[in-house]
């Protein structure tokens, strides 16, 4: 099973920056489709930013300009560079990866692993 860890949250002032990694690990060499989401308490978990297996970025609009996405040239950690932050950034960033079929690198639709979050804090 693929397990994710994220790493490098923290708290900072507003227009400061941070950079999130989520590092995977487990039985396989695939290049995962990876999502950050965020989660304020009280709130559903939204989505902020994804690169999919073919390397496909796309970014929420409300951080567009300010975050980026990339994956390591081994695809094993993704990390999100969030610029510009603001308080509304402000939340528990999640990891999320698609599952594959066991042996191979076809993704399992509906089916994710989750890592167990980072806090972000931007304070005004």
């Known amino acids: 099973e693929v397990q994710l860890v994220e790493s490098g949250g923290g708290s900072v002032q507003a227009g400061g920056s941070l950079t999130l990694s989520c590092a995977a690990s487990?039985?396989?060499?695939?290049?995962?489709?990876i999502s950050w989401y965020r989660q304020v308490p009280g709130n559903e978990r939204e989505f902020v930013s994804r690169?999919?297996?073919?390397?496909?970025?796309t970014y929420a609009d409300s951080v567009k300009g300010r975050f980026t996405i990339s994956r390591d040239s081994g695809s094993r950690t993704v990390s999100l560079r969030m610029n510009s932050l603001k308080p509304d950034d402000t939340g528990k960033y999640y990891c999320r990866a698609v599952q594959l079929y066991d042996g191979t690198c076809i993704p399992i639709p509906g089916y994710y692993y989750w890592g167990q979050g980072t806090q972000v804090t931007v304070s005004s």
């Open positions: 487990g039985p396989t060499s695939c290049a995962l489709d």
């Open positions: 690169v999919d297996s073919a390397g496909t970025i």
